[in-house]
């Protein structure tokens, strides 16, 4: 279980680092926290000639709070969000989804931006970027440029970053009072990746939902986006059955895949489980 | 403390001898002991196939490659019982023609550093022609399977153990029952997983031409055994050493394919080589256990007396024989154990043992009893049921109450407390608040359920035992030596400084037995326990013993100690009595001194220690000039015995089961060190509950092995486990002549059955019943859909 | 062939000057390079705990960390805890008292995790140091002693 050799550089700036992976991007990997890339390199599924370590590269963590949004560099630890002093739904959202991730020898090293590149779809920030329609900006020696979830996240470990960008900083949307948000997992063990994971983000304005979103990890190979259980929601009377009503609408609509810790009928239930334990967050913060 | 009364050390809750080096980071594990030298280290090349021929095995030339056709002179490892049913196979070091398991040794490569030698093994290159694999006991005795060794069945294929016993009374008692009741029962694969996963270190010697292996081992004189047979060499060229080992739970017992090729390697290539198992290795090829599954019948009346049990067990061993205990283990201990703490009556048991094209079986922690007691403990619960007879009650009714008892298969139970340790567990758990509050919880559509597992731990046992799986017969079979285990030796001595030293055969890893030990001893010496010291686990400098397993070290090397110390003692009697006049009988050794109980005159025991060395002409009767005794045990055995309760909640949405309470009342004699005990039981419990609800290797359809990390095999972390509730009786057995029962396997054999009954209590009002385990939320969930789907068809037609 | 970075490490207030391949773990580069063999790995996927070490005072995995990101950081091991020869730290004289190990293996990564977060947070209550401790996995003691000596270190490190 020790990786493959590989070359190692640390850059002490974004440029410096950009010009590396210029370099040779094909076989080369950036290493942030790389709690999820250094476990891969030590079964050897993953076996990158040259690692580009982002952990030196000054300014390059923190949360800044805008007036319509907030932004996320990339290499914030999990850590850090776990204990962000943001205010709002926004901020309940972060700190109950960062306490998920993993364990806390895991938070302290491994990162927002990483896990978000990684791709992984019941990982909680992708989730939750998925859910709030994140904006992701990376950044090459080409230039800069955003992309929507909607487009960043494509299939199973794979994005919409060229092998030549690093993902530099993640823009949520900030959520006014009116929002509710939430997050319900289900894992086998204290810590482990969810089997399936509901999160939810609900504006409610004098009793009667005016956006709706939903977001589902572990029923598919990147985070889903429920337009069956959002549709389900907008406009109506916010109640309890209401949100029964979007968990059974969002059972019908995902189609997962089988494995050893779950059968797409499992999943289902889950999902019928799960969303109405992240509504339910969100109802009662 | 009173100087005139001896210490009592026995009973006490001391802080282990073992612990400060260890809590310092200065424990030596065989992976240090590597780190501390410039040795070479190998990795394994391993089958990916589950059966198949190996075409060819290539590497660039730069690779330093040993295949099976290196191992000149290297026989095949080969463990057997003398029984007409049991078929004996080989097993070599390097698979050599044929692979029948993925993850089967093929070939070693030799670099200077664990991370150059998996990039050699990176270049290595195996053709396999895939052969038909068998990969479930089923599949494996079907008519014209295919066979995993090219040898003889006299039976089904595959059958390589078919042990059968049916009393003379069975058919009639089975006839004249009231209610037969039908269940099967199963467990899954599972893993012993220590977490630290094997490993060795082999040293060669040029000048002498001896090797001394460090390996993380139970049974240290019988692998330095198994491994001189294999190479041919005798066993004193060869030094075996466990140094700590971080943890056993039984997979460190069997001899590894490795630790031969390991020794074969550092003595061809005559350097020191190292091998540090991967968790993932660990995963596919250190011995899996538990895949098994019983039919079993119970003929009650409708009194709810069972008078006659019926089993047909099936276990699938693997595709290779483990050394010494061999693939009989686990269905000849199902056959014999069954019954456990309960009066059956007549008994009828057919019990096979299956080869697959999986990694093979070998035991770990309970072997198959955490199954036997799920299928009792479950046919009681579902007889209660069917009867109408209160679940405690048809316990009370079944349960051993008079001792000796001899069982239908020919087990002698011991002194033991089955319906005490039942009612002391029931008490605790108040089950008049449980139903209250069980009711109320379903009236909310909340679903909690307690369980109740009555078993018999059969512990301490030695050769005697032992030598009852072997039926001689006079067949002249080619087979290679059988293997008895049974005994312990220790040898206790004195030297001129008054300092103590016992030297024992038993291979301790994390169980503080050098404490358990010193406590026995220093009761019979007066002095403290630091003032001995326990030497284990090291061939050169221990007296041949079988090792730590099978719940037995504080029974038997204890006993071994026992009468060791005594012999000192009186030895030391005798001596001081000589000194200060009267009778040895008149003399107490308390704190390191021999006092004379009249007349108050003392002599310290480093003088009689010194003058016994140095001053041999002061030796009174012409006695040695040496302070030495060895203590040799061997008992029969004798039958721990628990009861444990679980309490559960099952999320009917998820399947997910919450253990919120668990109780266990324990009887394992005298408690020699509390502590320990409870350590022993909280832990045992643990992998009980990761048998019962979250551990289960899994092969796909092809027989690859899909659990091979951290993140698909599951034990659980403390946020899994819950706080466990010890009540403790000590029934003093004429079995053990320390009066301490075995408590190292008894967590693990009563759990699985307790909190599958408990789960099976909870969704009750469902009519689902929990008989395979683990129990994982995703079949529970299923078993609730499926029943959900019920009652609503149900209701629509209705 | 292969890279190799001269590296200089802060181990337990000790400086070790080595020189290690970039693929060279932090665990490894400890127990090989700087001799420190209390640091243990069980998995070397970051699931069992037992190579935990802290970071500039945080619990991280050392199997997850290449030796070369530790370069200047102080890392805290198993070794440094206790104050001399003579003295154990609260944590392992509470382990200890409690008997909150067996085979010892998980027993460094427990100690480092519970003795750098309640160094951190000392008025950390038993639920919270269950979630912490739920990092590592044990296999012999069922962690109940591992809670329990915790929460006794917890109460004499808060005097």
Redesign the interface.
């Known amino acids: 279980m020790k990786p493959s050799p590989f070359e190692y550089v640390r850059p002490a700036s974004l440029e410096e680092a950009l010009t590396e992976l210029a370099r040779d991007p094909d076989e080369s990997k950036v290493l942030a926290g790389g709690q999820s890339l250094i476990p891969m390199m030590n079964f050897r599924l993953a076996r990158p000639e040259r690692l580009i370590d982002i952990n030196d590269i000054p300014d390059f963590a923190g949360v800044t709070v805008g007036d319509t949004s907030v932004n996320i560099k990339a290499r914030t630890r999990h850590l850090a969000l776990q204990n962000s002093s943001l205010s709002g739904p926004l901020g309940d959202l972060l700190r109950r989804s960062a306490v998920q991730v993993g364990h806390l020898p895991i938070r302290t090293r491994g990162t927002f931006g990483g896990s978000i590149a990684h791709c992984d779809a019941a990982s909680e920030w992708c989730l939750v970027a998925s859910l709030l329609d994140a904006e992701m900006t990376v950044e090459s020696l080409r230039g800069e440029r955003t992309i929507p979830a909607s487009e960043f996240f494509q299939a199973i470990f794979t994005t919409a970053i060229e092998s030549d960008e690093i993902l530099t900083s993640i823009s949520l949307p900030a959520l006014d009072g009116n929002y509710r948000t939430g997050i319900a997992e289900f894992a086998r063990r204290a810590g482990d990746f969810a089997i399936v994971a509901a999160t939810a983000a609900v504006q409610v304005v004098d009793g009667t939902v005016r956006d709706a979103r939903v977001s589902l990890g572990g029923v598919s190979e990147i985070p889903f986006r429920s337009a069956a259980a959002e549709s389900t929601m907008l406009g109506q009377p916010w109640s309890a059955e209401l949100v029964r009503a979007a968990a059974e609408a969002a059972a019908l609509e995902v189609d997962p895949s089988s494995d050893s810790h779950g059968d797409a009928a499992y999943r289902r239930d889950l999902v019928r489980a799960l969303l109405p334990r992240a509504l339910g967050e969100a109802v009662s913060p | 403390m009173n100087m005139s009364e001896p210490q009592t050390w026995t009973g006490q809750a001391l802080p282990r001898l073992e612990d400060p080096a260890i809590l310092r980071g200065w424990g030596n594990y065989v992976a240090d002991v590597a780190s501390r030298d410039s040795c070479l280290h190998v990795r394994f090349v391993r089958s990916n196939q589950p059966s198949g021929r190996i075409l060819s095995i290539t590497a660039p030339p730069h690779v330093k490659l040993f295949t099976a056709a290196d191992l000149t002179g290297v026989s095949p490892i080969r463990a057997v019982l003398e029984r007409p049913d049991f078929v004996a196979v080989d097993t070599p070091i390097l698979a050599t023609d044929l692979v029948r398991f993925v993850g089967e040794p093929i070939a070693v490569v030799v670099a200077s550093t664990e991370a150059e030698a998996e990039d050699a093994l990176d270049l290595v290159v195996v053709d396999i022609e895939p052969l038909p694999a068998v990969l479930s006991a089923d599949q494996a005795i079907a008519s014209g399977a295919p066979l995993v060794h090219d040898v003889e069945f006299p039976g089904d294929p595959n059958t390589v153990v078919d042990g059968r016993i049916h009393t003379p009374g069975f058919d009639e008692a089975f006839a004249r029952a009231d209610k037969i009741v039908t269940i099967q029962v199963g467990s899954a694969r599972q893993s012993a997983m220590p977490l630290e996963a094997r490993a060795a270190h082999a040293a060669y010697d040029r000048s002498s031409g001896r090797s001394t292996l460090h390996a993380t081992l139970q049974m240290p004189h019988m692998t330095r055994t198994g491994i001189a047979d294999c190479l041919g060499i005798a066993e004193d060229d060869l030094r075996v050493i466990a140094p700590d080992v971080g943890g056993g739970f039984g997979a460190k017992m069997t001899l590894a394919r490795e630790d031969v090729a390991v020794v074969f390697i550092s003595r061809a290539m005559r350097r020191n080589i190292a091998w540090i198992e991967t968790r993932e290795e660990n995963f596919m090829a250190s011995w899996h256990s538990r895949e098994q599954v019983y039919d079993v019948e119970g003929a009650f009346t409708a009194s709810g007396e069972l008078i006659a049990l019926r089993g047909d067990l099936m276990c699938d061993v693997g595709a290779y024989c483990c050394y010494p205990v061999t693939y009989g283990v686990e269905p000849l201990m199902a056959m014999a154990e069954l019954p456990g703490p309960y009066r059956v009556g007549e008994y009828s048991v057919r019990s096979r043992g299956v080869i697959t094209n999986k990694c093979p079986i070998a035991p770990y922690r309970g072997v198959s009893r955490p199954v036997q007691v799920l299928a009792m403990e479950r046919l009681m619960d579902v007889a209660a049921a069917e009867l109408g007879i209160d679940r405690v009650v048809i316990r009370l009714k079944n349960l051993i109450t008079e001792f000796p008892h001899r069982s239908p298969s020919g087990l002698v139970l011991d002194q033991a407390s089955h319906t005490e340790t039942l009612l002391a567990a029931t008490e605790l758990a108040d089950l008049s608040d449980f139903a209250t509050r069980q009711a109320a919880a379903r009236a909310d559509g909340r679903y909690l359920g307690l369980g109740i597992s009555c078993f018999a731990e059969r512990t301490g046992y030695g050769t005697p035992a032992l030598a009852m799986r072997s039926q001689p017969i006079t067949l002249g079979l080619e087979t290679a030596p059988t293997i008895t285990p049974g005994f312990e030796r220790v040898i206790l001595a004195m030297d001129p400084s008054g300092g103590v030293t016992l030297r024992i055969g038993a291979s301790p890893h994390g169980q503080g037995l050098k404490t358990t030990l010193a406590q026995l001893v220093c009761d019979q010496l007066g002095l403290e326990p630091q003032a001995v010291r326990v030497i284990a686990s090291d061939t050169d400098a221990t007296p041949y013993g079988w090792g730590s397993f099978a719940s037995r070290a504080m029974v038997i090397a204890g006993g071994a100690s026992l009468l060791a110390s005594r012999d000192l003692a009186e030895r030391l009697r005798v001596l001081a009595a000589d000194r200060l006049g009267g009778l040895a009988s008149d003399i107490d050794l308390i704190q390191g001194s021999a006092i004379r109980r009249d007349t108050g005159g003392q002599v310290a025991l480093s003088t009689l220690a010194r003058d016994t060395y140095h001053n041999a002409q002061l030796i009174p009767d012409k006695g040695e000039p040496a302070l030495e005794f060895t203590g040799v045990y061997d008992p029969t055995g004798t039958f721990a015995n628990a009861c444990h309760i679980a309490e559960v909640e099952v999320d009917s949405e998820t399947g997910a089961v919450d253990i919120t309470r668990f109780l266990v009342a324990e009887d394992a004699g005298l408690l020699v060190n509390p502590a320990i005990v409870d350590g022993q039981i909280h832990g045992g419990v643990a992998q009980g509950v990761a048998n019962a609800l979250y551990e289960e290797l899994i092969y796909d359809d092809r027989g690859i092995l899909i659990t091979t990390s951290l993140m698909d095999y599951l034990p659980p972390t403390v946020a899994e486990m819950p706080h466990i509730e010890i009540a403790h009786l000590q029934t003093i057995s004429p079995q053990s002549i320390t009066g301490a029962k075995g408590v190292g396997e008894g967590g693990t054999i009563g759990a699985p059955a307790a909190i599958a009954n408990a789960i099976s209590d909870a969704l009750s009002p469902l009519g689902i019943g929990v008989f395979h385990l683990p129990a994982t939320p995703h079949r529970i969930r299923t078993a609730i859909r499926a029943a959900q789907n019920r009652t609503a068809q149900e209701e629509a037609i209705a | 062939?292969?890279?190799t970075?001269p590296l200089r490490l802060y181990v337990n207030g000790d400086r070790y000057d080595i020189a290690v391949?970039?693929?060279?773990?932090l665990a490894?580069a400890l127990?090989?390079d700087c001799?420190?063999?209390?640091?243990?790995?069980?998995?070397?996927?970051?699931?069992?705990?037992?190579c935990?070490v802290l970071?500039d005072g945080?619990?991280?995995?050392s199997?997850?960390?290449?030796a070369?990101?530790a370069e200047d950081a102080s890392v805290r091991?198993?070794?440094g805890?206790?104050p001399d020869d003579e003295t154990?730290h609260p944590i392992?004289q509470a382990?200890?008292?409690n008997?909150g190990?067996?085979?010892?293996?998980?027993?460094?990564g427990f100690?480092v995790?519970a003795a750098g977060?309640l160094e951190e947070h000392p008025d950390a209550n038993e639920e919270e140091m269950?979630?912490?401790?739920?990092?590592?996995?044990?296999?012999?003691?069922?962690?109940?002693?591992?809670?329990k000596a915790t929460m006794c270190a917890a109460e004499k490190m808060r005097r």
């Not at chain 3, 391949?21 to 773990?25: C, F, G, H, N």
């Not at chain 3, 001799?35 to 037992?50: F, I, N, S, Y």
């Open positions: 062939m292969s890279q970075i391949e970039p693929r060279r773990t490894d127990r090989e001799g420190l063999t209390g640091t243990h790995l069980g998995c070397e996927h970051g699931v069992c705990g037992a935990t970071v945080q619990p991280m995995r199997c997850l960390m290449f070369v990101q091991t198993v070794e805890l206790a154990l392992q382990f200890w008292e008997h190990l067996q085979c010892g293996f998980c027993t460094p100690l995790l977060y269950r979630e912490v401790l739920s990092s590592n996995l044990c296999r012999c003691t069922g962690y109940q002693n591992i809670v």
